[in-house]
């Protein structure tokens, strides 16, 4: 069974940059280029198969023409989107619904879970994980009275660092952090606080009331303890597993054989060099190990983030 390389998709954004061309090699639309989807079937940003057998055909296609590839994995849609997120300037202060509301309230998109590794950030950087409301009535009383500054919980982060977002957890990456970020495969972002920035000199649209039917309070954290362990050939670090995806790291030295899970797995270089099966790889690359593909011979110095549906 042949790899699938994807051809990413890239998105302009008013808190972009250009570290995806400067640390990644791409050629990126413009100075303010602030995602690259990278596998992702999203009618939003469908990424191509590049090379092969199946060149230039779009993944999402490939899932309901040919659902082997993906073991039959059940499901109208590709499940998983995988993107690196460039942001020079702070993204919006935002929140995701859960399958249950964004089924319900935006045209039966899935809601959106997702997981952030910090490829890299800025000494200093803090990110927005969480809020300080005591209760649901406190928490819709900070918003409308507009007190950022006693609502929004920041935490320190470092290159390494990993969170796992659940939906109605309120979040925002800040300037000068470089992710990579797995989620379900949907484009639903509730903005409750912009900064009061302009887009085209209008500010731009905020969802304060879905904002607030869709926050968890109290803020509960759960932080992820990331278990390492020596395999051969690498260093394996299980970032998390939950209903919709796991998510695993390895940093590979050497020759390092796996046989992936029943479904399909995505895998993503993120730094270093090598080969898989033969193929050269290079930080930047992304792609998809089908289900029942056997063995993969990942070989060279470079480390690879690689999530499956669950």
């Known amino acids: 069974m042949e790899l699938l390389f994807l051809e990413p998709v890239f998105k302009e ?71 690196i997120i460039d942001a020079k300037n702070d993204l919006s202060i935002q929140v995701h619904p859960d399958d249950c509301y964004a089924k319900l309230h935006e045209n039966g998109s899935l809601g959106k879970t997702e997981c952030w590794y910090i490829l890299d950030c800025e000494p200093g950087t803090e990110i927005v994980i969480g809020h300080h409301a005591k209760d649901r009535e406190e928490m819709e009383s900070m918003i409308r009275n507009h007190q950022w500054k006693e609502f929004i919980r920041t935490v320190p982060i470092k290159k390494g660092d990993f969170f796992q977002i659940d939906p109605g957890c309120v979040h925002a990456i800040k300037g000068g952090t470089l992710i990579l970020e797995t ?19 209008k500010p731009r649209q905020l969802h304060v009331e879905q904002s607030i039917e869709t926050i968890r309070a109290p803020f509960r954290e759960d932080k992820t303890i990331p278990g390492t362990e020596k ?34 797995t995505n895998i993503s270089v993120i730094s270093g060099k090598g080969s898989v099966n033969g193929i050269p790889l290079e930080a930047g690359q992304h792609f998809i190990v089908p289900a029942k593909s056997g063995e993969c011979r990942l070989e060279g110095k470079m480390s690879v983030i690689c999530s499956n549906p669950e």
């Open 231 to 264: 395999v051969p050939g690498a260093v394996h670090t299980h970032l998390v597993t939950c209903q919709f995806y796991s998510v695993d790291k390895y940093d590979i030295e050497g020759v390092f054989t796996k046989e992936f899970k029943k479904y399909f």
């Open 183 to 201: 989620q379900q495969s949907s484009d639903i972002t509730y903005r409750v606080y912009d900064y009061d920035r302009l887009s085209d000199g």
């Open 13 to 83: 954004a008013i808190w972009g940059g250009t570290r995806l061309r400067e640390v990644f090699g791409y050629g990126i639309p413009s100075d303010i280029t602030g995602e690259c989807w990278a596998i992702s079937a999203h009618k939003n940003g469908e990424c191509k198969i590049a090379g092969g057998m199946y060149d230039g055909r779009l993944l999402g296609s490939l899932w309901k023409e040919k659902p082997e590839l993906f073991g039959n994995y059940p499901g109208n849609q590709f499940p998983l989107l995988v993107k």
